[in-house]
């Protein structure tokens, strides 16, 4: 197989950074509760201890066995090395730049700042629960919305029972600030 189909583009590390700048508004931390930052930490240790050294051997082995333009353990073990080399460039860089915000801090708090799980209506009496959290612990499916959401920015600072009205994508909507609660401390 000719190299040029399966060479990937040197600018797939650009379009990470400008992934990593893009999703952190300028001027501002990578806010992230510790669960988050831990978890990112268990990723890369994962990659760099378990999933990489098993893709060398996988390659190394596949390297011995002869002509490397047609093996294609080597050529997809080469791939995967570059997928998991790219991985934990970008984990390293978010754990580098993150800056951890215990919520439990606020606990027992009525206003909303990051790490706050929010119960609101909106017009229609619709209640829903979200948990504003850090840009790499977002799951929307769970309701864990990241705090640069126009709904975060707009729940930020107000406190239980207040009325907010944001900009939402169809439209302005008000919402009712029904509870604000935030984890407790744990002891030490």
Wanted: no cysteine; proline share 5%; charged share 30%.
């Amino acid at each position: 197989m000719n190299k040029a189909f399966v060479k990937e583009s040197d600018q797939d590390d650009d379009d990470e950074a400008a992934a990593l700048a893009l999703a952190i508004p300028a001027g501002s931390k990578n806010y992230i509760r510790p669960e988050g930052y831990q978890r990112i930490k268990e990723e890369l240790l994962q990659l760099i201890d378990v999933d990489r050294p098993e893709v060398v051997k996988i390659v190394h082995w596949a390297a011995s066995n002869g002509d490397r333009s047609e093996n294609g353990d080597y050529i997809y073990g080469k791939r995967r090395l570059r997928e998991i080399d790219r991985r934990i460039r970008f984990l390293t860089k978010r754990l580098d730049s993150a800056a951890i915000v215990d919520p439990s801090a606020h606990f027992g708090s009525d206003q909303v700042f990051f790490g706050a799980t929010v119960t609101y209506s909106n017009q229609s009496g619709e209640e829903r629960t979200i948990t504003i959290v850090g840009i790499d612990e977002l799951d929307p499916l769970n309701g864990k919305i990241s705090w640069v959401a126009p709904v975060a920015r707009a729940l930020t600072k107000a406190r239980e029972g207040d009325t907010i009205t944001f900009q939402a994508p169809h439209g302005v909507e008000e919402l009712d600030i029904l509870e604000v609660r935030y984890p407790a401390p744990v002891a030490d």
